[in-house]
């Protein structure tokens, strides 16, 4: 797939005031495989700067590309394809439709690609076995925990063979100890696929499982 390239990277918002500034000239590179850790208190921008990166939001200035693409300059539709097939998303929350069993659930990226083939359905069930959760894959949301819902989510995240995985604190509603279960299988399966990784966290722990950490301050990406 190629790099993903971020060059003078801004994000303002309109307020009342006058122009919120959030993210001011954030540039990095990843090449595949890398990984970045994303540090910052609340409100610094962290989760702007992953929605932006996966398309779902608009920069005020700046470019992001993806081996060579970029998703901001597609058209609507293009765009939503290209985001389908190239970004896994994980959040804090996991966000599964609870009509749906787990490994329906980890299915559902794939539905806009013209539906689940039987070598899907099979790379679904091995993700499952993979997060520990094959016993549970026709279970639904409600009969899970905490930690087996993300487990879920990133299994639904890795599915479709992402070139870049976006996780904004995916272990931040998790106890300490599901947490660090959740976050190191998480790491694993990512190294893999050979996925490019940009991870927001709170987590210094999480964080340190990384080889690149950067701080946002101020709406500037600084790397340690």
Known sequence: MGDLEVVDLAKEYRAAAGPLPVLDGVTFR???GGALA???PSGSGKSTLLFILGGLERPTRGTVRIGGVDPHALAEREAAEFRNRTVGFVFQEHHLLPQLTLLENVLVPLLPRGGASAGDVERARALVERVGLGPRADHFPAELSGGERQRAAVARALVGR????LADEPT???DRRTAAEVGDLFIELVREGGAMLVLATHSLELAGRLPR???LVGGKLREA
């Open 162 to 165: 992402p070139a870049v995985v």
């Open 172 to 174: 931040g509603s998790l």
């Open 30 to 32: 990843l090449a595949p």
């Open 213 to 215: 950490r950067a701080e």
């Open 38 to 40: 994303v540090l910052g």
